[in-house]
C-alpha cells in the first residue's frame, strides 16, 4: 500500500484546491494532442482536431477534460486506496477504449505542465515531488487491467 | 533564456532530484543542495549546451558529437533519465514562462529537446 506523509497529502490538496477543472482539463487535453499528436488516434469522434486552437473551441474536448479531472478528483478521495477504486476505469480503457498505457504518463505529463504554468513559482520542487508521485500512483492503477 | 541559464538550469535539475531521487545517484561528486554553486554551475552548463544546439538545430549529431561521447563513454548515465529531465525543464518553463509557454512552443520544445536527447544517447551502443 502506497504511504503518504502528512507534507504529500498536503501539497495534493493544496493543487486540487487551485484547480478549475475546466479550463484545466482541456488545456492538458489540448496539449496532449499537439505536443504528441499520435495520442488523436483515440479521439476520432471528436470532430475538428487539426490544430490547437480548433482543439481548444472543441466542446467535446472540454467535456472530456473535465471528466478526466473527476476521475483525478476520485482518486484524491480515496487515497489510501486508488488501486481498487480505479479497477473499473482500469478496464475501460483497457478492453473497451483500448488505449496503450504508454500514453498516460504523456496526459499526466501534460496536466503536470498545465499546473505548473497556473501555479508559477508556488509549484516548488517538492509540490512538483507529491504531485508526480500521486499522478504515479493514479497511472499504475489504471494500468493494472491490461493483460 | 541565456541570462537566467543558471536559474532554468539549476532550478530544472532541482526538480528531478526531488521528483525523480534515483537520478541524484549521478552525481555523488557534487553538492546539489537547493541553491549550491555547484547546482547553479552545472545547470548554466546544461542551458549553454541546449542554446548551443538551438543555434545549430540542423546538425545536432555533429555539434553535440564530443557531449554525446561524453554522456555515453565516461558518464554512461541510463538513457530512461533524459526524459526525466526534459520533463522538468519543461514544467520549469511553464512556471515561469506563464501564458508565453503556449501548446504550440511547448510541442516545439519538447521536440527539440527529444531529438537533442536523442543525439547525447546514440553512442551508448
Redesign the interface.
Known sequence: MVQWTAEERAAIQGVFAKLDYESVGI?SL??CL??YPWTQRYFGGFGNLYN?EAI?SNPKIAAHGIVVLQGLEKALKNMDNIKKTFTALSELHSEKLQVDPGNFQLLA??L???I??R???D?T??I??AW?KFISVVISALRRQYY | MIPVAEDIGS?AL??M???FPKTKTYFSHLDIS?NSDHLRCHGKKIVQALAEGARNISTLATTLAPLSRFHAYLLRIHPTNFKLLN?CI???L??????N????A??AI?KFLSAFSAVLAEKFR
Not at chain 2, 511553464?94 to 501564458?99: I, L, R, S, V
Not at chain 2, 509557454?101 to 504550440?104: A, E, I, K, R, Y
Open positions: 488545456e489540448t496539449r499537439v505536443v490547437a481548444m505529463d501534460c503536470t505542465v498545465v505548473a504554468r501555479m508559477g513559482t509549484f520542487p517538492d512538483q515531488a508526480q | 532550478e532541482l526538480r532530484f526531488t521528483t537547493p520533463h519543461l514544467v520549469t511553464a512556471c515561469h514562462m506563464g501564458d509557454f503556449t501548446p504550440v511547448h510541442a519538447d
